[in-house]
């Protein structure tokens, strides 16, 4: 089943514009959530606004938008202001710059789109997209739509390009304001270490390999109490303790980590000895053999 467009927009680059649709890069449905209801007749409730100062429920005519500007103190703008001054919404992915891949980092992702050819731009979409690719590089552009301008990183996957929507930089949290005192490595410790890492490392990421374990969990439990039946919740697992010997933890670790993969892996010297059954099956093909011929 084809994926279906949610929006459509150009990239930009110099004088050349390439028209574009985008497509949501997530399942719907994947999250699972619930409903507040009565707890006398199991009704959905609705939701309602409360003024304090009046105590009483405000209907959706009589709500306005303010900006708190200092405590308790609003200004106070009209919808027809708002809308004023909104970002207009061209959908022009403008291209700004092109850098390396690995120069942007993750912490500021905040959302992807798949980006697919609209009609009449299938040549120079696949152009940009094997340069980048080639180039190694990803390109930094400015989108702007739904009244407003946002930050956005296109980057090449596969044979198509993918928009990545960034945050700002004054959106990130700087990590100095994270308290991270010093703390002296001993070689064996750091050795170790890197033993493990290594013994888990991959040369590719393959997501498919990874489900949500306790969303499937909990799915199985809404089915069961669907069905009427008694569903009894085990207690979750006891926190680990704190860790005391760092080398130990380590070696164990290790020791625990390599125990799959000597089951999955036979000896060298197994490897060379021929099954045990073998003879005695190959002395009976020939006694029948010898039976059918007399």
Do not use: W
């Not at 106070?76 to 710059?97: M, N, P, V």
């Not at 207690?235 to 290790?254: G, V």
């Amino acid at each position: 089943m084809s994926a279906r467009a949610i929006s459509s927009g150009n990239i930009s680059f110099g004088l050349v514009s390439i028209p574009v649709k985008l497509y949501s890069t997530t399942q719907p449905g994947s999250g699972i959530s619930f409903n507040l209801l009565h707890r006398k007749c199991n009704s959905r409730l609705k939701q309602q606004y409360i003024c304090p100062t009046d105590n009483e429920i405000v209907p959706r005519d009589d709500m306005v938008k303010g900006y708190e500007f200092s405590k308790d103190q609003y200004v106070i703008f009209t919808d027809e202001e708002l809308k004023a001054i909104e970002e207009q919404s061209t959908k022009a992915i403008e291209i700004t710059e092109f850098v390396p891949a690995a120069k942007v980092d993750p912490i500021y992702f905040e959302g992807s789109y798949y980006l697919g050819p609209d009609k009449g731009g299938e040549r120079a979409y696949r152009l940009l997209s094997e340069a980048m690719q080639q180039a190694g590089q990803v390109a930094v552009a400015r989108y702007s739509a739904r009244g407003r301008q946002s930050l956005v990183m296109v980057r090449p996957m596969g044979k198509g390009l993918v928009m990545e929507q960034l945050r700002y930089a004054d959106e990130v949290r700087p990590q100095s304001e994270v308290d991270i005192p010093d703390a002296e490595l001993k070689d064996a410790e750091l050795k170790l270490a890197m033993q493990f890492v290594g013994q888990l490392a991959t040369d590719e990421f393959h997501p498919e390999n990874y489900r949500d374990e306790h969303r499937n969990r909990l799915l199985d439990i809404i089915r069961q109490k669907a069905e009427g039946q008694t569903v009894t919740v085990a207690a979750p697992e006891a926190p680990r303790a704190q860790i005391i010997d760092l080398m130990e933890a380590l070696k164990a670790s290790l020791a625990q980590s390599a125990k799959p993969a000597a089951k999955a892996e036979p000896a060298a010297g197994d490897a060379r000895k021929p099954p045990k059954r073998a003879p005695r099956a190959a002395g009976e093909a020939q006694k029948k053999a010898k039976t059918s011929k007399g």
